[in-house]
């Protein structure tokens, strides 16, 4: 549901450096136990290739592995990064000389961010490719987006995937393999990332990154097990702000009489409208992107955001008014209004909501008029069936 984005990967970047090596990453055992036996037998391949939609957190366990990869003193049961060595340090201050990114320079990765032109910079590969590792224990690159590679700037590197120097390493990060160059898939080893329970993920936000139960809850559910999304979110207060904003106008919206309707549309309107920091999570890269003005393409990216966050809170209800008030939701928080709120309506009247949501989201998508999908949404939200 959510397109690859340009902007998160440098923060789950940073949040990664406050952290340490393969111990940090949560629900992906058997991609850890393969990296791991790879790692303690030294028998570590010179090319990864891990693939997984966006959020499950590609950059995380791609940093994680460089610094174990790195590491001076690794521990041995688990394999790990140590945290204290020279490299660690330098890997956890983000000034390590041994980890290049390489990522689109706009919508592509060209063959001169890799090799020099007539001996002229900023080839990367060219400047540092032959050099041992000045710290660590490996060079390590990261390609992020290989999906992104024009022709001649992946056949560039078969090359050294295929026979990297014995101290270099290459994560590739991609989607998934079925889009990525056949050439290049053959020569690496792929890791599939999987996405993590949310009940894992809601423990990992409040023990690593200090969230209250309730906050990570929504973000858990919101970013659906993907756990390079859900950092992302809790890194960044706007978020929980703008969420709230939208629970208050959903609890305000779930209980207004019919009459109210074209005043919710409006509202609706401007809610979605004030949506910054959630959106910027599901911006797709320019590539990606359809037809219509960036105003245009905004503006929906940021409904998409708020139905999302509607969908949520109707299916709170749903489920409330279905098991009579005995089930896990979204917003813990307002636990007790909302079960009175479940009680105004049965679960066709909460059911009926959630698909007129879907409704407006598929009108979205096909471009309709955003003032008839608010009003028809609203006089739907707020008109009982039953
Ligand atoms: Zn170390």
Redesign the pocket.
């Known amino acids: 549901m959510f397109s690859e984005r340009t902007i998160w990967k440098a923060i789950v970047v940073k949040s990664t450096l406050s952290m340490l090596g393969l111990q940090q990453i949560i629900g992906q055992e058997s991609a850890i136990a393969a990296l791991r036996s790879a790692l303690k037998t030294a028998k570590l391949p010179g090319a990864y290739l891990l693939t997984g939609t966006a959020g499950t957190g590609r950059s995380f366990v791609a940093t994680a592995l460089a610094q174990a990869a790195m590491?001076?003193?690794?521990t041995s049961e688990p394999f790990d990064?140590?945290?204290?060595?020279a490299?660690?340090k330098l890997f956890l201050s983000g000034t390590h000389p041994d980890i290049t990114h390489i990522s689109a320079v706009g919508e592509k990765i060209q063959i001169w961010q890799l090799w020099d032109r007539d001996g002229k910079p900023p080839g990367i590969l060219s400047r540092t490719l032959r050099y041992s590792p000045t710290v660590g224990a490996k060079r390590v690159y990261i390609l992020h987006d290989v999906e992104k590679f024009t022709p001649s700037a992946a056949n560039s590197i078969l090359k050294v995937l295929e026979e990297p120097p014995s101290y270099v390493m290459f994560i590739l990060l991609a989607m998934d393999s079925a889009r990525t160059l056949p050439t290049i898939t053959s020569r690496c080893t792929q890791i599939r990332l999987s996405t993590v329970s949310q009940s894992q993920l809601e423990e990992y936000l409040q023990g690593n990154l200090s969230l209250t139960a309730s906050d990570a809850a929504i973000i858990a559910a919101y970013s659906e097990g993907r756990i390079g999304q859900a950092v992302q979110m809790a890194n960044n207060p706007n978020v929980m702000r703008e969420i709230n904003e939208v629970l208050a106008f959903s609890l305000s919206a779930a209980s207004a009489p019919l009459g109210a309707a074209l005043k919710v549309a409006e509202q609706m309107r401007k809610l979605a409208g004030q949506m910054k920091a959630t959106v910027q999570l599901d911006v797709p890269d320019a590539a990606e992107e359809g037809e219509g003005s960036t105003k245009e393409r905004a503006a929906r990216f940021q409904f998409t955001a708020l139905f999302e966050l509607l969908m949520l809170f109707y299916r709170d209800l749903l489920m409330l008014s279905a098991t009579a008030g005995n089930c896990k939701i979204a917003h813990p928080a307002h636990r007790t209004e909302m079960i009175s709120l479940s009680q105004r309506g049965g679960p066709f009247r909460w059911q009926a909501c959630l698909e007129a949501i879907l409704i407006a989201q598929r009108r979205l998508e096909a471009n309709a008029s955003i003032s008839l999908i608010t009003e028809v949404l609203s006089m739907s939200l707020l008109e009982c069936p039953e």
Do not use: K, Q, T
């Not at 990064?81 to 060595?85: E, F, L, S």
């Open positions: 590491c001076l003193e690794p990064a140590c945290g204290v060595c490299s660690c």
